[in-house]
């Protein structure tokens, strides 16, 4: 073997070594960590007080994942310790931690594999150490936090794979930080799938679960959307894509067009206007007048006055009759052969645009009871007044008249007599 052989072969040797080196530097040394995801020792394990959370590195680690971590210590009043951790396999729990003041610690941490479950912690007041998560895969719950008062730092979330349970926090006011989630219960492994919200005294709207298309994904005999006895809840909109736009108890029809709960839906105990999927959907803005809207109308403080309402849509015509009394009450002794004396009918018809219509009032006289008789009617049309009809709801809206041969002008608001239609005006609007 002449000397530039022996070379070449000591060299390759050498270079081969190296490799190998470096190969195991890569895989053993914590400075290129963040390749890989590095397992804690152990990867379960409970920190009970500040020093544990502070050492926690130095104990467990070089570490950005675990398996299960469990934060429980009348001392902890931070998580800074953990401001590595970017993965939790299986769950984190953080509960009975009564000085602990924020989650700033946890402000890496992107994935949750199984079970985040937050309980009485009595100084929290946000979440926003959660900036950077994005999955929760089976149950998020949010119990018992009573300083919690928002919790927008969950705006990442898109997805929880199982249960999403919000209750007794006792200050916080909404939802806010769930506008990025569309599905909960998405996983299949999960053994629970629902939504529930209970018992959160200062909550005033769920506006922050707007985005939300789909609870469960099969039904098996349980409530999948729970929301009551939140106390000062008045609206509910917000889950208005999510619940069933046809019936109050039962699923369907489902689709792409009616996003769907897999079971059933209970919502009760709350504020007026938050307790049934029809005081729901009947509180969402009307952007067009549709032909649900036909029904009969009234103001409850003028009770045994009212409004038949037609719509047309394919004439793009509403009319309107307007069943109502004199100015005045009749004379002592007067009388009618049937009914009241000072009864007056006032019809109007008009065009529509977007949620309202300007109607030209009728007046008609000269009939008699279920008798051909030359009747008698406004001329030139229009000029008894007006009426402006406008729905502001499947539920709302308001008739503004102007009668200038009575010198009245006046609004008057007005609601279903029944809510049958309520759902169908909804869905009709949706589409």
Known sequence: MNSLTHF????????????????LLLLSTSFFSPLWAIDCDPMSMVLRSQAEVDGFQETYGPCDRVLSLYLEGADISNLDG??????VSSSLYIQNNPLLVDTDGLSALTTVTRNLWIQNNASLADLNGFLALTNVGELLAIFENNALTNINGLSALTVVGGSL??????????????SALTSVAGAETADQRFLHIENN???????????????GTRSVGWAYVVIINNQALPQCTGISRLIDRWDEAEPGPGGSVHPDVAGEVIINDNL????????????IDVSRINAALNDAWFNPDTDGQGFFISI???????????????????AEGASANLGDAGHRWITALGPITGNQVLMEIEMTSGGVFDTATDIQRTDPPGSDGTILLIFTSCNSGTVE????SIHRQG????????????ALCQALNAN
């Open 8 to 23: 070449d072969s000591k060299w390759r040797i050498s270079t081969a070594r190296l490799i190998f080196t470096i190969s």
């Open 82 to 87: 953990l401001s590595a951790l970017t993965d």
């Open 165 to 178: 349970v919000i209750r007794d926090n006792a200050s916080l006011v909404g939802v806010d930080g769930l």
């Open 201 to 215: 005294a200062a909550l005033t709207n769920l506006d922050g679960l707007s985005a939300l298309t789909s609870v």
């Open 272 to 283: 007026a206007g938050c307790n049934s999927i029809q005081e729901i959907l009947a509180d």
């Open 312 to 330: 047309f849509p394919d004439l793009g015509l509403a009319s309107l009759a307007w069943f109502t009394y004199d100015t005045e009450l009749s």
């Open 401 to 404: 008249y102007d009668i200038p």
């Open 411 to 422: 609004i008057v608001p007005i609601q279903r007599v029944a809510g049958d239609n309520i």
